[in-house]
């Protein structure tokens, strides 16, 4: 079945410590978002890719960064995770405006 | 800025009973209206959408919704759950402002919660 697949679906890191979460997906879609989803609240758009074109949000902090080196593959990179990193992180796709299709996420907690 | 809101936190229904959950929005042009579903620890599941056309759409798993543009509505309706539709529901906006895509604004979430 076509996917959006996210590893690792946990993820310890270290304060400080770089760390780097992957997406990848088999639906051919041009449009590659990351999410950050705290305990209980709404996922909030950090950036996104279409097709090669990075879109960051206004207030996404400069600790992350994100690389999509081809159509299947988008990465999330925190430079410095600190203890308010920690959350759910979801990866989407979507064929231009449509709707999004979502992996189940990477949970990082931060230590 | 384009806003959605659920106003109920959390919603308990008895099953077999009917359910509606509200999404409010606010948005400059004629938005697409999604709902999604959060099982705990997993990603968000597509129930349905709108996009133009017939204002009542159809979704999977029994779901349906009703796009009200005079009432900026996009509510969620079920007419008898299950215990399996405890979950997170979220209502979400497209952010699209001309460009190619934006992402999408979610809702804070409305928990649903099933009795026996």
């Known amino acids: ?111 | 800025a384009q806003s959605v809101t659920q106003p109920d936190i959390h919603i308990t229904v008895s099953e077999g009973a009917s359910l509606e959950l509200r999404c409010n929005y606010s948005y400059g042009a004629t938005p697409y209206l999604f709902w999604y579903v959060q099982s705990p620890g997993q990603g968000l599941q597509l129930l349905l959408k709108y996009f133009s056309g017939d204002t009542l759409v159809q979704g999977i798993k029994g779901f349906e919704a009703e796009f009200k543009r005079s009432q900026s509505s996009f509510n969620l309706r079920k007419p008898s759950v299950h215990w399996s539709d405890a979950a997170e529901y979220f209502c979400a906006v497209d952010l699209y402002s001309g460009g190619g895509a934006d992402g999408l604004t979610f809702g804070k979430g409305t928990h649903l919660i099933i009795q026996p």
């Open chain 1, 1 to 111: 079945d076509a996917m959006v697949i996210q590893n690792p679906r946990y993820q310890v890191t270290q304060f400080g410590k770089p760390v780097t979460l992957s997406c990848s997906q088999t639906l051919n879609h041009n449009v590659m978002y990351w999410y950050q989803q705290k305990s209980s609240q709404a996922p909030k758009l950090l950036f996104h890719y279409y097709d090669k074109d990075f879109n960051n949000e206004a207030d996404t902090p400069d600790n992350f960064q994100s690389r999509r080196p081809n159509t299947s593959f988008c990465f999330l990179d925190i430079r410095s995770p600190g203890l308010g990193d920690a959350a759910m992180y979801l990866c989407a796709t979507s064929r231009d405006r449509g709707e999004h299709t979502f992996g189940s996420g990477t949970r990082l907690t931060v230590v």
